[in-house]
Protein backbone atom coordinates (compact mmCIF):
# COMPACT_ATOMS: atom_id res chain seq x y z
CA UNK A 1 0.00 0.00 0.00
CA UNK A 2 1.30 3.51 -0.99
CA UNK A 3 2.19 5.86 1.44
CA UNK A 4 -0.58 8.48 2.49
CA UNK A 5 1.18 12.48 1.68
CA UNK A 6 -1.44 15.47 2.05
CA UNK A 7 -1.08 18.16 0.12
CA UNK A 8 -2.71 21.58 0.98
CA UNK A 9 -3.20 25.23 -0.24
CA UNK A 10 -5.08 27.74 1.43
CA UNK A 11 -6.38 31.10 0.50
CA UNK A 12 -8.56 34.17 1.32
CA UNK A 13 -10.02 37.19 -0.16
CA UNK A 14 -11.78 40.39 1.15
CA UNK A 15 -14.54 40.21 -1.06
CA UNK A 16 -16.41 42.88 -3.12
CA UNK A 17 -18.26 44.55 -0.15
CA UNK A 18 -16.40 44.28 2.74
CA UNK A 19 -13.91 46.90 4.25
CA UNK A 20 -12.19 43.98 6.02
CA UNK A 21 -11.60 40.53 6.34
CA UNK A 22 -12.82 38.87 9.28
CA UNK A 23 -11.45 35.42 8.36
CA UNK A 24 -8.71 33.47 9.76
CA UNK A 25 -7.21 30.09 8.67
CA UNK A 26 -4.71 27.91 9.90
CA UNK A 27 -2.80 25.19 8.24
CA UNK A 28 -0.69 22.82 10.18
CA UNK A 29 1.37 25.10 12.69
CA UNK A 30 0.90 28.48 10.20
CA UNK A 31 -1.83 30.93 10.84
CA UNK A 32 -2.24 34.58 10.04
CA UNK A 33 -5.01 37.05 9.45
CA UNK A 34 -5.92 36.15 6.13
CA UNK A 35 -6.21 40.35 5.44
CA UNK A 36 -2.61 40.35 5.42
CA UNK A 37 -0.42 37.44 3.49
CA UNK A 38 -1.14 34.51 2.78
CA UNK A 39 0.99 31.07 2.34
CA UNK A 40 0.81 27.42 1.20
CA UNK A 41 2.19 24.23 2.45
CA UNK A 42 2.83 21.16 0.53
CA UNK A 43 2.92 18.49 3.79
CA UNK A 44 5.10 15.76 2.94
CA UNK A 45 3.78 14.00 6.37
CA UNK A 46 0.53 11.74 7.24
CA UNK A 47 -0.67 14.31 9.95
CA UNK A 48 -2.54 17.30 9.10
CA UNK A 49 -4.89 19.91 11.06
CA UNK A 50 -6.46 22.73 9.40
CA UNK A 51 -8.98 25.17 10.27
CA UNK A 52 -11.18 28.10 8.26
CA UNK A 53 -12.48 30.58 10.74
CA UNK A 54 -15.06 33.26 10.25
CA UNK A 55 -15.40 35.52 12.51
CA UNK A 56 -18.78 37.83 13.41
CA UNK A 57 -19.09 41.15 15.00
CA UNK A 58 -17.74 44.10 12.33
CA UNK A 59 -14.69 45.47 12.13
CA UNK A 60 -12.21 45.01 15.04
CA UNK A 61 -13.94 42.45 16.53
CA UNK A 62 -15.13 39.52 14.00
CA UNK A 63 -11.26 39.01 13.45
CA UNK A 64 -10.40 38.99 16.80
CA UNK A 65 -12.48 36.25 17.54
CA UNK A 66 -11.29 34.05 14.66
CA UNK A 67 -7.49 34.40 15.62
CA UNK A 68 -8.00 34.01 19.06
CA UNK A 69 -9.28 30.72 17.55
CA UNK A 70 -6.95 30.06 15.35
CA UNK A 71 -4.07 30.70 18.01
CA UNK A 72 -5.17 28.85 20.33
CA UNK A 73 -5.10 25.71 17.73
CA UNK A 74 -1.71 26.63 17.28
CA UNK A 75 -1.13 25.74 20.78
CA UNK A 76 -3.20 22.75 21.06
CA UNK A 77 -2.03 21.37 17.55
CA UNK A 78 0.46 18.92 19.31
CA UNK A 79 -2.27 17.64 22.29
CA UNK A 80 -4.54 17.04 19.50
CA UNK A 81 -2.49 14.83 17.10
CA UNK A 82 -0.78 13.20 20.44
CA UNK A 83 -4.69 12.13 21.36
CA UNK A 84 -5.65 11.26 18.23
CA UNK A 85 -8.26 14.01 17.71
CA UNK A 86 -10.53 12.73 20.67
CA UNK A 87 -13.78 14.14 21.43
CA UNK A 88 -12.36 14.93 24.86
CA UNK A 89 -9.28 16.76 23.17
CA UNK A 90 -11.45 18.46 20.52
CA UNK A 91 -14.09 19.79 23.32
CA UNK A 92 -10.74 20.89 25.16
CA UNK A 93 -10.12 22.81 22.21
CA UNK A 94 -13.26 24.32 21.77
CA UNK A 95 -13.93 25.48 25.31
CA UNK A 96 -10.16 26.51 25.96
CA UNK A 97 -10.82 28.89 22.60
CA UNK A 98 -14.26 30.36 23.38
CA UNK A 99 -13.04 31.16 27.40
CA UNK A 100 -10.51 33.20 25.85
CA UNK A 101 -13.42 34.80 23.22
CA UNK A 102 -15.64 35.58 26.24
CA UNK A 103 -12.61 37.17 28.15
CA UNK A 104 -12.08 38.83 25.24
CA UNK A 105 -15.75 40.12 25.50
CA UNK A 106 -15.38 41.21 28.67
CA UNK A 107 -12.70 43.35 28.13
CA UNK A 108 -13.37 45.16 25.54
CA UNK A 109 -17.06 45.31 26.12
CA UNK A 110 -18.40 44.40 22.22
CA UNK A 111 -20.04 41.49 21.60
CA UNK A 112 -17.68 38.99 19.34
CA UNK A 113 -17.80 35.50 18.01
CA UNK A 114 -16.50 33.10 15.69
CA UNK A 115 -17.15 29.98 13.60
CA UNK A 116 -15.09 27.03 13.35
CA UNK A 117 -13.95 24.08 11.20
CA UNK A 118 -11.77 21.34 11.87
CA UNK A 119 -9.98 19.18 9.71
CA UNK A 120 -7.36 16.72 11.33
CA UNK A 121 -5.86 13.69 9.59
CA UNK A 122 -3.55 11.78 11.49
CA UNK A 123 -2.51 8.00 10.21
CA UNK A 124 -5.11 7.55 7.39
CA UNK A 125 -8.47 8.13 9.85
CA UNK A 126 -9.90 12.02 9.24
CA UNK A 127 -11.77 13.46 11.90
CA UNK A 128 -13.72 16.59 11.01
CA UNK A 129 -15.63 18.87 13.36
CA UNK A 130 -17.18 22.61 13.05
CA UNK A 131 -19.63 24.71 15.12
CA UNK A 132 -21.35 27.41 12.92
CA UNK A 133 -21.92 27.46 9.03
CA UNK A 134 -18.98 27.17 7.71
CA UNK A 135 -17.94 23.80 5.44
CA UNK A 136 -15.82 21.20 5.15
CA UNK A 137 -16.61 19.14 2.10
CA UNK A 138 -15.18 15.89 0.93
CA UNK A 139 -15.28 15.20 -3.37
CA UNK A 140 -14.58 11.47 -3.78
CA UNK A 141 -15.02 9.39 -6.97
CA UNK A 142 -17.21 12.33 -8.45
CA UNK A 143 -19.16 12.91 -5.41
CA UNK A 144 -19.35 16.32 -3.26
CA UNK A 145 -20.63 15.52 0.14
CA UNK A 146 -20.88 17.77 2.76
CA UNK A 147 -19.41 16.16 6.16
CA UNK A 148 -19.75 19.56 8.61
CA UNK A 149 -23.30 20.32 9.85
CA UNK A 150 -24.79 23.88 9.85
CA UNK A 151 -25.59 25.26 13.54
CA UNK A 152 -28.68 27.52 11.75
CA UNK A 153 -32.00 28.29 12.55
CA UNK A 154 -32.29 27.41 8.91
CA UNK A 155 -30.95 23.73 8.97
CA UNK A 156 -33.07 23.34 12.04
CA UNK A 157 -35.90 24.00 10.19
CA UNK A 158 -34.71 21.49 7.81
CA UNK A 159 -34.29 18.80 10.07
CA UNK A 160 -37.54 19.23 11.69
CA UNK A 161 -39.24 18.66 7.79
CA UNK A 162 -40.41 22.24 7.70
CA UNK A 163 -38.65 23.03 4.82
CA UNK A 164 -36.29 21.63 2.22
CA UNK A 165 -32.47 21.81 1.96
CA UNK A 166 -33.13 23.72 -1.24
CA UNK A 167 -35.81 26.06 0.36
CA UNK A 168 -33.23 27.38 3.63
CA UNK A 169 -30.91 28.59 1.06
CA UNK A 170 -33.77 31.30 -0.10
CA UNK A 171 -34.61 32.55 3.38
CA UNK A 172 -33.27 34.83 6.09
CA UNK A 173 -32.70 32.41 8.78
CA UNK A 174 -29.79 30.61 6.94
CA UNK A 175 -27.13 32.91 8.51
CA UNK A 176 -29.14 32.89 12.14
CA UNK A 177 -26.29 30.68 13.97
CA UNK A 178 -27.66 28.50 16.93
CA UNK A 179 -23.99 27.67 17.77
CA UNK A 180 -20.73 29.71 17.63
CA UNK A 181 -17.53 30.52 19.59
CA UNK A 182 -17.76 33.62 21.87
CA UNK A 183 -21.14 32.41 23.84
CA UNK A 184 -20.84 32.33 27.90
CA UNK A 185 -21.33 28.95 29.20
CA UNK A 186 -24.41 30.54 31.29
CA UNK A 187 -25.89 31.10 27.92
CA UNK A 188 -25.57 28.35 25.88
CA UNK A 189 -22.96 24.90 26.45
CA UNK A 190 -21.81 25.02 22.72
CA UNK A 191 -21.47 21.53 21.09
CA UNK A 192 -19.00 20.98 18.05
CA UNK A 193 -20.43 18.45 15.78
CA UNK A 194 -17.55 15.50 14.66
CA UNK A 195 -17.05 13.06 12.63
CA UNK A 196 -14.96 9.75 11.82
CA UNK A 197 -13.96 8.34 8.51
CA UNK A 198 -10.60 6.80 6.56
CA UNK A 199 -9.44 8.66 3.72
CA UNK A 200 -8.43 7.14 0.33
CA UNK A 201 -5.73 8.51 -2.19
CA UNK A 202 -7.84 10.81 -4.67
CA UNK A 203 -10.01 12.76 -2.17
CA UNK A 204 -10.06 16.08 -1.89
CA UNK A 205 -11.42 18.10 1.02
CA UNK A 206 -12.40 21.68 1.38
CA UNK A 207 -13.13 23.70 4.13
CA UNK A 208 -14.36 27.31 3.61
CA UNK A 209 -16.75 30.35 4.89
CA UNK A 210 -19.53 31.33 3.69
CA UNK A 211 -18.40 33.63 1.54
CA UNK A 212 -17.88 30.50 -1.31
CA UNK A 213 -21.05 28.55 -0.54
CA UNK A 214 -23.21 31.75 -0.92
CA UNK A 215 -22.07 32.60 -4.27
CA UNK A 216 -21.94 29.33 -5.82
CA UNK A 217 -24.07 25.75 -5.81
CA UNK A 218 -22.69 22.53 -5.08
CA UNK A 219 -22.81 21.95 -8.32
CA UNK A 220 -20.92 24.84 -9.11
CA UNK A 221 -17.92 23.78 -6.57
CA UNK A 222 -18.33 20.18 -7.85
CA UNK A 223 -17.49 21.06 -11.13
CA UNK A 224 -14.46 23.00 -10.42
CA UNK A 225 -13.00 20.35 -7.87
CA UNK A 226 -13.23 17.70 -10.61
CA UNK A 227 -10.95 19.49 -12.60
CA UNK A 228 -7.27 17.81 -12.84
CA UNK A 229 -5.68 20.59 -12.13
CA UNK A 230 -3.37 22.29 -9.44
CA UNK A 231 -4.85 22.98 -6.07
CA UNK A 232 -3.90 26.57 -6.37
CA UNK A 233 -5.98 26.99 -9.77
CA UNK A 234 -8.96 25.27 -8.88
CA UNK A 235 -9.11 27.40 -5.57
CA UNK A 236 -8.26 30.70 -7.69
CA UNK A 237 -10.74 29.54 -9.59
CA UNK A 238 -13.39 29.05 -6.62
CA UNK A 239 -12.80 32.63 -5.23
CA UNK A 240 -12.69 34.30 -8.76
CA UNK A 241 -16.02 32.63 -9.69
CA UNK A 242 -17.32 33.84 -6.12
CA UNK A 243 -16.16 37.27 -6.81
CA UNK A 244 -17.75 36.96 -10.34
CA UNK A 245 -21.35 36.21 -8.67
CA UNK A 246 -21.44 39.38 -6.09
CA UNK A 247 -18.66 38.63 -3.73
CA UNK A 248 -20.72 39.50 -0.91
CA UNK A 249 -18.41 38.05 1.72
CA UNK A 250 -14.90 37.56 2.47
CA UNK A 251 -13.82 34.04 1.09
CA UNK A 252 -11.56 31.96 2.67
CA UNK A 253 -10.69 28.25 1.16
CA UNK A 254 -8.55 25.68 2.02
CA UNK A 255 -8.14 22.82 -0.42
CA UNK A 256 -6.46 19.48 0.53
CA UNK A 257 -5.61 16.40 -1.53
CA UNK A 258 -4.64 12.93 -0.31
CA UNK A 259 -2.00 11.42 -2.60
CA UNK A 260 0.30 8.39 -2.56
CA UNK A 261 3.93 7.16 -3.27
CA UNK A 262 3.44 7.47 -7.31
CA UNK A 263 0.46 10.08 -7.46
CA UNK A 264 1.51 12.51 -10.05
CA UNK A 265 0.78 15.88 -8.92
CA UNK A 266 0.14 19.18 -10.17
CA UNK A 267 2.35 21.74 -9.26
CA UNK A 268 3.81 25.26 -10.11
CA UNK A 269 5.96 25.94 -12.18
CA UNK A 270 9.64 27.37 -10.82
CA UNK A 271 8.53 30.96 -11.54
CA UNK A 272 4.98 31.07 -9.97
CA UNK A 273 6.31 30.01 -6.90
CA UNK A 274 9.45 32.06 -6.50
CA UNK A 275 6.77 34.93 -7.19
CA UNK A 276 4.70 33.44 -4.19
CA UNK A 277 7.59 33.67 -1.97
CA UNK A 278 8.70 36.91 -3.50
CA UNK A 279 4.88 38.27 -2.39
CA UNK A 280 5.14 36.85 0.62
CA UNK A 281 8.48 38.44 1.93
CA UNK A 282 7.23 41.99 0.98
CA UNK A 283 3.55 41.76 1.94
CA UNK A 284 2.13 43.07 -1.20
CA UNK A 285 -0.98 44.08 -1.25
CA UNK A 286 -2.05 41.80 -4.16
CA UNK A 287 -1.37 38.98 -1.19
CA UNK A 288 -4.67 39.71 -0.42
CA UNK A 289 -6.11 38.17 -4.11
CA UNK A 290 -3.37 35.70 -4.60
CA UNK A 291 -2.52 33.08 -1.74
CA UNK A 292 -0.82 30.06 -0.90
CA UNK A 293 1.96 28.02 -2.86
CA UNK A 294 4.39 25.96 -1.15
CA UNK A 295 7.44 24.62 0.75
CA UNK A 296 7.78 21.18 2.04
CA UNK A 297 8.20 21.10 5.85
CA UNK A 298 10.47 18.50 7.12
CA UNK A 299 8.72 16.80 10.10
CA UNK A 300 11.78 17.58 12.39
CA UNK A 301 11.60 21.26 11.81
CA UNK A 302 8.14 21.39 12.32
CA UNK A 303 7.99 19.24 15.35
CA UNK A 304 10.35 21.44 17.07
CA UNK A 305 7.85 24.51 16.39
CA UNK A 306 4.66 22.56 17.62
CA UNK A 307 6.53 21.09 20.67
CA UNK A 308 7.49 24.61 22.32
CA UNK A 309 3.56 25.50 21.77
CA UNK A 310 2.10 22.45 23.67
CA UNK A 311 4.82 22.48 26.34
CA UNK A 312 3.96 26.47 26.63
CA UNK A 313 0.15 25.59 26.84
CA UNK A 314 -0.26 21.83 27.77
CA UNK A 315 1.16 20.17 30.57
CA UNK A 316 -0.05 16.92 31.41
CA UNK A 317 -3.39 17.00 28.86
CA UNK A 318 -4.57 19.92 30.80
CA UNK A 319 -5.03 23.26 29.75
CA UNK A 320 -4.45 26.98 31.72
CA UNK A 321 -7.52 28.44 30.93
CA UNK A 322 -9.04 31.50 31.99
CA UNK A 323 -11.54 29.60 34.73
CA UNK A 324 -8.49 27.93 36.75
CA UNK A 325 -7.44 32.11 36.67
CA UNK A 326 -11.04 32.60 38.19
CA UNK A 327 -10.29 30.12 40.57
CA UNK A 328 -7.19 31.59 41.88
CA UNK A 329 -8.55 35.14 42.37
CA UNK A 330 -11.27 33.97 44.17
CA UNK A 331 -9.28 32.20 46.15
CA UNK A 332 -7.16 34.95 46.79
CA UNK A 333 -10.50 37.47 47.34
CA UNK A 334 -11.69 34.65 50.00
CA UNK A 335 -7.94 35.07 52.30
CA UNK A 336 -8.08 38.49 52.39
CA UNK A 337 -11.34 38.64 53.32
CA UNK A 338 -10.96 35.95 55.82
CA UNK A 339 -7.74 38.50 56.94
CA UNK A 340 -9.92 41.36 57.67
CA UNK A 341 -12.28 39.13 59.25
CA UNK A 342 -9.63 38.08 61.90
CA UNK A 343 -8.55 41.46 62.02
CA UNK A 344 -11.41 42.93 63.33
CA UNK A 345 -11.99 40.14 65.59
CA UNK A 346 -8.68 41.08 67.67
CA UNK A 347 -8.94 44.29 67.08
CA UNK A 348 -12.60 44.24 68.91
CA UNK A 349 -10.80 42.03 71.70
CA UNK A 350 -8.39 44.64 72.07
CA UNK A 351 -10.69 47.58 71.84
CA UNK A 352 -12.74 45.55 74.27
CA UNK A 353 -9.53 45.35 76.51
CA UNK A 354 -9.09 48.91 76.49
CA UNK A 355 -12.46 50.20 77.21
CA UNK A 356 -12.72 47.96 80.43
CA UNK A 357 -9.49 49.14 81.72
CA UNK A 358 -10.84 52.89 81.22
CA UNK A 359 -14.08 51.88 82.60
CA UNK A 360 -12.37 50.02 85.83
CA UNK A 361 -9.86 53.86 85.93
CA UNK A 362 -13.21 55.63 85.49
CA UNK A 363 -14.18 53.65 88.51
CA UNK A 364 -11.56 54.07 90.53
CA UNK A 365 -11.48 57.34 90.27
CA UNK A 366 -14.90 58.27 90.92
CA UNK A 367 -14.65 56.35 94.50
CA UNK A 368 -11.52 57.92 95.46
CA UNK A 369 -12.91 61.11 94.62
CA UNK A 370 -16.36 60.14 96.73
CA UNK A 371 -14.55 59.14 99.91
CA UNK A 372 -12.44 62.54 99.47
CA UNK A 373 -15.72 64.27 99.39
CA UNK A 374 -16.99 62.44 102.67
CA UNK A 375 -13.76 63.14 104.77
CA UNK A 376 -14.07 66.39 103.87
CA UNK A 377 -17.44 66.86 104.40
CA UNK A 378 -17.07 64.52 108.35
CA UNK A 379 -13.89 67.10 108.46
CA UNK A 380 -16.29 69.94 108.12
CA UNK A 381 -18.95 68.56 110.37
CA UNK A 382 -16.36 67.84 113.14
CA UNK A 383 -15.17 71.71 112.99
CA UNK A 384 -18.79 73.11 113.06
CA UNK A 385 -19.80 70.88 116.05
CA UNK A 386 -16.65 72.15 117.93
Known amino acids: MNRIFISAYAASNVGKRRQNNEDNYYLNGNY ?50 DTNLSDVAIEKYVNYSNDLICDEISKCKKRMGTTYTLLG ?62 IFPYEMVIEPYTVRFPVSIGDRYLLCSDGLTDML ?102 FNTPKKKNKMFLLIIFLVVLGLVIGSFFAGKTYQKNYDEKSITSTETATAEAETKIYNESKSTELTNI
Open 121 to 182: IKDGVATASNIGDSRIYKYSNGMLEQISRDHTEAQSMVDAGIISAEESMKIPEKHRLTQHLG
Open 217 to 318: TNAEISAILSKKQSLKSIVDELISTALENGGKDNVTIILCEIIGDNTETVIQNDDELNRSVSNFNNKSEASKDVLIKAFDIEEKALKSQIDVSYNDTVAGNN
Open 32 to 81: VNSSNVAFVELSNSNDLITSVCDGMGGEEAGEVASQIAVETLNKCYKYLL
